[in-house]
C-alpha cells in the first residue's frame, strides 16, 4: 500500500514538474518577443531577430514570434540595394518557412 502511494506521488510529482516547465518555456518566449518588440521599435532589427529567433526556440507553436521574425528580417531590406546581403533578407523562401512554421491550424479541405 505505501509502495503504490509512493508510485503515485512519483508521478503526480514528475507531471506536474513537465506541465510547470513547459509553462515556463512559453513564459520565457514571450519573455523573449516583448523585448524583441522593443528592439524592433527602436529599428534594431538585427536585435529584434535575436529575440524573435529565441522566441520561436523557445515556443514552436507561437505565431506572433514568427510573424514578427519574419516582418524584422524584411525591415532591414532595402528596395533597389543589389547586395548579397540585402538580397537575402528579401529571400521569400526564408520569409515563407517562417510563416510557413507557424500555422497551426489545417487549411481547409487538408485532411491529417
Known sequence: MVRNFSRAATVVIAAALLI???????????DSLNK???????????????????AVELDPTFPEARLYLATAYFSQYIPGA????????????R??????????????????
Open 20 to 30: 510547470g516547465a513547459t509553462g515556463c518555456e512559453k513564459l520565457r518566449a514571450r
Open 36 to 54: 524583441g518588440v522593443g528592439q524592433f521599435k527602436n529599428a534594431k532589427y538585427p536585435e529584434a531577430v535575436e529575440y524573435f529567433t529565441r
Open 82 to 93: 543589389e547586395s548579397p546581403e540585402n538580397m537575402e533578407f528579401a529571400r521569400p523562401s
Open 95 to 112: 520569409l515563407c518557412t517562417i510563416t510557413r512554421r507557424s500555422s497551426t491550424k489545417p487549411k481547409r479541405g487538408s485532411r491529417r
